[in-house]
């Protein structure tokens, strides 16, 4: 695991994938900034925020999808 993991670093197919090491990035940020770093009343956005890099990184969603969700707009 912890040389597929260094071999995620690499430009080769060793590894696992980036967005995946970003994604996991993201989300252990997430939990630690969250739980032990931000105030208790900005908690739930600081981890919606976190989410939505990791899902972006993920390509799960868009920027687009992002900023339609933020503005409210809701086509379909």
Not at 17 to 24: D, M, Q, V, W, Y
Not at 32 to 45: A, C, S, V
Request: aromatic residues 10%.
């Amino acid at each position: 695991m912890i040389k597929d993991l260094l071999n995620s670093f690499k430009n080769d197919k060793a590894g696992y994938s980036g967005r995946k090491l970003s994604a996991f990035i993201g989300v252990a940020t997430a939990i630690y900034l969250t739980i032990f770093k931000i105030p208790l009343e900005h908690q739930l956005d600081a981890l919606m925020v976190w989410l939505a890099f990791s899902l972006l990184c993920l390509g799960i969603v868009t920027v687009q999808n992002v900023i339609e969700f933020k503005n409210g707009s809701n086509k379909g």
